[in-house]
């Protein structure tokens, strides 16, 4: 398996344990933690494959650090690389928008020629409406660790067992 680049807050308390849990699944020595505040065109396209750590703040939007970087990501082909994406959401605080930053990068990547890899199912959660779902699936991984935490863990696992077959 080819280096994967997992890029997310290391100031984030949620998204980080998974992260965590990611690297554990899929093994340290294949992934390159990256931590995005620092992040740099020549780090992000540094990887063929990538996992994005996308939480959804406030009512449905991406957070700071992910924000300020989309105008470089709009400047930049990327074309044959391979993403996943996961993120955490709250399906009974913020029910109409439930995980929508998924949804919001993973649309901006494909912008750029990126393959989105890691879609999962939609069924055994409780929402309103996600940017994120894309027919009865989401794109990427959707967590709950308000609402659902017990279920993270075999969610990664599930979901780490199937990005080995698409980072290929």
């Known amino acids: 398996m080819k280096k994967i680049g997992l890029f997310y807050s290391f100031n984030t308390k949620k998204t980080s344990q998974a992260a965590s849990r990611i690297a554990e699944n899929l093994g340290e020595e294949n992934i390159d933690p990256v931590n995005v505040e620092e992040i740099t065109v020549e780090k992000f396209t540094a990887y063929d494959n990538m996992i994005l750590g996308v939480p959804t703040w406030f009512d449905g939007e991406l957070p700071n650090y992910w924000d300020e970087f989309v105008p470089a990501i709009?400047?930049?082909?990327?074309?044959?690389?391979?993403?996943?994406?996961?993120?955490?959401?709250?399906?009974?605080?913020?029910?109409?928008n439930f995980v929508d930053g998924i949804g919001l990068m993973a649309e901006i990547l494909e912008k750029q020629g990126v393959t989105i890899v890691g879609f999962t199912s939609t069924e055994g959660y409780t929402f309103e409406s996600s940017k994120a779902v894309r027919g009865n699936k989401f794109a990427g991984l959707a967590l709950d660790f308000e609402n659902e935490p017990k279920k993270n863990k075999e969610r990664i696992a599930r979901w780490c067992e199937q990005l080995k077959k698409e980072f290929t």
């Open 74 to 96: 709009e400047d930049i082909d990327l074309k044959g690389k391979k993403v996943a994406i996961y993120g955490a959401g709250d399906q009974k605080g913020y029910p109409e």
